[in-house]
Each structure stands twice: as structure tokens, then as C-alpha cells.
């Protein structure tokens, strides 16, 4: 399938969710309207209140602070479950004496952290990045432990076999077969950095996303809400995007789907 096609697909589901949620919100069918505007709002609503935030300029300040919290939480987590990921996959014993404790930190609900981060770090940008490297760095830690965990042993042994050194096998062996799985966790971390960032916003901010989102819900402007959900939805596809440039740029080696084929 060519990414035309692809493309017109995706935006195709998009219109029909959409008219199908005009439709339900507007037209009576069966005598009632099925998604009442005042719980559901409807598009033209939400959609107008986007261009508002946009012509009057007020949705610029809270989309650099939520960008600016959202890249320091992804960079930082990322960076930091890279490292740690490496670390532990290199080193069994660390891996298995801290293993309990990992899992212990891993299962802390992130909701109850974000009063305790905006305890410690105030209600500036560090309480959010705090929260959102919580959610990032698991998620890359685990696919980059993983992934250097599933080396192929024979390539190990081939390797060995040639004289490479423990640089050179990190650098041609452990590294590519790690950035598979690094990278598939970082199309996930994307989202998560950003659901860090916003709900740190959400619990206590001045501005951000999650402000906007938080002040709308104040007020019970559910276009306003839905709006808010819509600006970040479509703020996370452009990070993730970005995301896909690089890994596009860096495994340029691995084969793709059109390779394969006969």
C-alpha cells in the first residue's frame, strides 16, 4: 500500500468519526438526540473554539510551556532509560539485585506523584518534567534492557570469534539491536511525555494545555475541553513525527516492508 493511499485511510476515519459525531450530536434520531451537546458538545463548536485560541493568539504561551515541559520530560527519560537499560542488560548481577526495586518504582501509580513532585518542585515546569520522565523512562528502560538482552547469541560468538573488542561489540552488535526496540518504545514515550507534562498541568499550573483543559472543565465548556484534547492529540502526532525522521535517519540499514517482497 502506497502512504497516498495510507494517508487517504487514515483521513478518511477521521471524517467519518467526526460526521458520525455531528450527526449524533445534532440530529434527532429515534425522536432524541443520542449525544447531547451539553455532555458531548459537537465539532463545529470544538472546531471554532480552536480558531479562536489561534486567531487571538492565547493558545501560543501554553503550547510552548507544554512543548518546552514535554521535550525535557522525553529527553531526560529517554536518555536516562537508555543508560540505565544498557547498564542492566551488561551487568546481570546489577540487574538482579535491583530488580524488585525497579518493578516497586515501576508500579507507582504517576497520579499520586504529581501533588508530592509539586511539593518538591513547586508549581513551575520541574513538578510536570518530574512527572512525565516517571512515565518515559520505564518504557524505554524495559525495550532497551530487552533489546539488548536479545542479541543473537551467534553473532555474540561470531564476533568474539573475529577479535572484536567489548567497544566494538557495543558499538556494531549491542547498539543496532538495541535501537529497534529503543525506538519503538520512544514512539510510546512521545505520548506519555506529553500525558506528564498536561496532567501536571492539570492538578496545579498558570498555563500549559492541561491549564486550559482544567479552567474549560471549570466552567463546564465541554467544547472548550474537547478542543484542548484536540490541539494536544494533533501536538503528539508532530512530536512523533519527528520521532520517525530520526529513526528513519539512523536505521537506515534495517530492511523495509517493500524489501521484502518478492
Not at 493558545?59 to 510551556?65: R, V
Not at 544498557?86 to 501509580?109: C, E, G, I, S, T
Not at 508530592?116 to 518530574?130: H, N, T, Y
Amino acid at each position: 500500500m502506497s502512504r497516498v493511499t495510507l494517508l487517504a485511510l487514515q483521513i478518511l476515519v477521521a471524517v467519518v468519526c467526526i460526521a458520525l459525531w455531528e450527526v449524533l450530536s445534532t440530529v434527532p434520531l429515534f425522536g432524541k438526540i443520542l449525544l447531547p451537546p451539553f455532555f458531548f458538545s459537537n465539532p463545529v463548536d470544538v472546531f471554532s473554539q480552536i480558531v479562536k485560541w489561534f486567531a487571538s493568539g492565547v493558545i501560543w504561551k501554553h503550547l510552548a510551556i507544554t512543548l518546552w515541559e514535554s521535550i525535557l520530560a522525553f529527553v531526560i527519560g529517554s536518555l536516562g532509560g537508555v543508560l540505565v537499560g544498557f547498564w542492566f542488560a551488561r551487568q546481570p548481577l546489577v540487574a538482579a539485585v535491583f530488580d524488585p526495586y525497579v518493578k516497586m518504582a515501576n508500579a507507582l501509580p504517576r497520579v499520586v506523584l504529581a501533588p508530592i513532585f509539586a511539593l518538591w518542585l513547586g508549581l513551575g515546569i520541574w513538578s510536570k518534567v518530574a512527572l512525565g520522565v516517571t512515565l518515559v523512562f520505564f518504557i524505554v528502560f524495559f525495550n532497551v534492557y530487552q533489546g539488548v538482552k536479545e542479541v543473537s547469541r551467534t553473532v555474540l560468538d561470531n564476533g568474539r570469534m573475529l577479535g572484536m573488542s567489548e567497544r566494538q561489540l557495543m558499538q556494531h552488535v549491542y547498539w543496532p539491536s538495541a535501537l529497534s526496540w529503543m525506538f519503538s518504545s520512544l514512539h510510546t514515550s512521545v505520548g506519555f511525555a506529553v500525558v506528564g507534562a498536561v496532567v501536571g498541568e492539570y492538578l496545579g499550573s498558570a498555563a500549559g494545555l492541561g491549564y486550559l483543559i482544567q479552567q474549560a472543565e471549570g466552567v463546564f465548556d465541554v467544547a472548550g475541553v474537547f478542543a484542548g484534547m484536540f490541539v494536544l492529540s494533533a501536538f503528539v502526532i508532530l512530536i512523533d513525527m519527528g520521532v520517525t525522521l530520526v529513526e528513519r535517519r539512523l536505521l537506515v540499514w534495517r530492511p523495509t516492508a517493500a524489501d521484502g517482497r518478492g
